[in-house]
């Protein structure tokens, strides 16, 4: 049997050098393994017209324009090197239910994930996620599909999807487009907009900074298996064909009412403004994490990674159980567990602004093997659950960030770092500041379904 006819295993990481990666990688779309890393990007979401026009506008014209995993790698080693000005644009396309319904595709080629299947608005009781009446109203609509197009320049990007939307135009019968623009700090990290380094803690599918020393391993080792984001795509062709579900999720910040938050928690207890919202995110503005350093500085240790909350198991009162960090990576073990997923969410709405209420936020997307066992856990049993993750202060309140829904148990916030008995219970937990406007399930098939669609 030849080499590439056996499935390579997914329940590992791997380097972007080996021989794994080599077989996977030109049937698998960019952005899964490794984040498209540029700061424009385009959401396009499409309707469309009729099964016909739509393969074929996918066969002949965007197959050959989608970034692989390989052509991704090879964009940015050739940036490394100098030989490119990094200004490539990056193309990759999902599907929605809706688009394999649309296009009637085979079941035995149709992804099985019964989150993807049923899609995101079925979930919306579940995930505590506003009535569907108020999603923005293009979200309410059931897409097809969504292409992401991005680039280092917004000019050359808007050239693009001007260009690409002409295409569309002759197979669509409605379209949406939605801008995400990254914004940074003056260290030149990606913030979100509260203010706060984000994209900080990733499992690394690939394990080249790993191997390369880059990333420092005592404490936490981000390497993540393959499979917390690849499956096999049915429709693929051949044994290493993967795809991965994407979810996204337009998050409205309110940046003004999260200030106040803040402020006020400071004040009630004497605590400096930069401490009462490092104990809601885990983490300091500038990325500093609660833990390990005693006591944290917001200024010491930027974007660090290399910790766990071994020495606070308990009481959390260095890193509050109710932070947003704490409530999404318990790091029980020193490698991610399986709940965990790369995020590739981009900021959108302009600049930062201290006194934005509305309009500004995340456009969070992640790539999942599970939906059920990864993102929906992850936020409504862990980001939305007053009782998790326990300890003897339990009900540790919802997610100062992203908790939605009835709170029954207010959060606990400590006045001095890892001083047990300097606890202060909130009656009601803080929240409230990111509003959910819509979103949806997808699949990233692997680019040899496209091809034959
Ligand atoms: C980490 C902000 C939505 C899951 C972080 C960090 C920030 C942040 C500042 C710390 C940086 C880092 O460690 O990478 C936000 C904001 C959100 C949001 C402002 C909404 C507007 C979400 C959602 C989820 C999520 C919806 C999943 C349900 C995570 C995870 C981490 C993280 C898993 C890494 C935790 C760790 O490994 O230590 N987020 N986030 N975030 N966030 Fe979010």
Not at 412 to 441: A, C, H, P
Request: net charge positive.
């Amino acid at each position: 049997m030849n080499k590439q006819d056996i499935m390579i295993d997914l329940n590992q990481s791997i380097n972007s050098n080996s021989e794994e990666f080599k077989r996977l990688s030109f049937d698998l779309q960019g952005n899964i393994l490794s984040p498209h890393a540029r700061d424009n990007a385009a959401h396009i979401f499409i309707e469309f017209k009729n099964p016909q026009s739509a393969r074929k506008f996918i066969k002949d014209y965007l197959v050959a324009r989608i970034t692989s995993s390989a052509k991704q790698k090879a964009d940015s080693d050739a940036f490394k090197t100098g030989e490119s000005n990094g200004l490539r644009t990056f193309i990759n396309f999902s599907f929605s239910m809706n688009g394999y319904r649309f296009l009637d595709i085979d079941e035995h080629k149709t992804p099985t994930d019964s989150s993807f299947r049923n899609g995101m608005k079925s979930k919306q009781r579940n995930l505590n996620d506003p009535l569907i009446d108020f999603w923005q109203g293009e979200y309410q609509k059931d897409w097809h599909a969504v292409m992401i197009v991005s680039n280092k320049s917004s000019k050359i990007l808007r050239n693009r999807v001007s260009t690409i939307k002409k295409e569309l135009n002759k197979v669509i019968k409605s379209i949406y487009v939605e801008i995400g623009k990254g914004i940074r700090n003056n260290e030149g990290n990606h913030i979100e907009h509260f203010g706060y380094v984000d994209g900080i803690s990733q499992p690394h599918m690939l394990t080249d900074k790993i191997d390369d020393g880059k990333i420092s391993i005592v404490n936490w080792n981000p390497k993540g298996r393959l499979n917390l984001a690849l499956v096999e795509d049915p429709g693929g062709e051949g044994p290493n064909s993967f795809g991965s579900y994407l979810i996204f999720r337009k998050l409205d910040q309110n940046v003004k009412a999260f200030r106040l938050a803040e402020q006020k928690l400071a004040e009630k207890m004497q605590i400096s403004v930069d401490y009462a919202g490092a104990q809601m995110v885990g983490r300091y503005r500038n990325g500093t994490p609660l833990i390990p350093i005693s006591p944290p500085q917001p200024t010491s240790a930027g974007k660090m990674n290399d910790f766990n909350y071994s020495s606070d198991r308990t009481t959390g009162s260095k890193c509050p159980f109710g932070s947003h960090i704490r409530k999404t990576n318990q790091r029980n073990s020193i490698i991610p567990d399986g709940v965990q997923f790369p995020r590739r969410g981009i900021t959108y709405g302009g600049n930062l602004s201290k006194n934005a209420e509305s309009g500004v936020g995340l456009l969070f997307m992640a790539y999942n093997s599970n939906i059920g066992s990864q993102f929906e856990l992850m936020q409504s049993s862990w980001a939305n659950s007053t009782g998790f993750p326990g300890g003897v202060n339990s009900p540790n309140g919802i997610d100062s960030i992203i908790g939605q829904g009835n709170d029954t148990g207010g959060q606990v916030y400590f006045k001095e770092w890892g001083n047990d008995s300097s606890v202060l219970r909130e009656d009601k937990s803080l929240g409230g500041f990111v509003t959910m406007k819509g979103g949806e399930y997808f699949f990233t098939p692997s680019l040899s379904f496209l091809k034959n669609i």
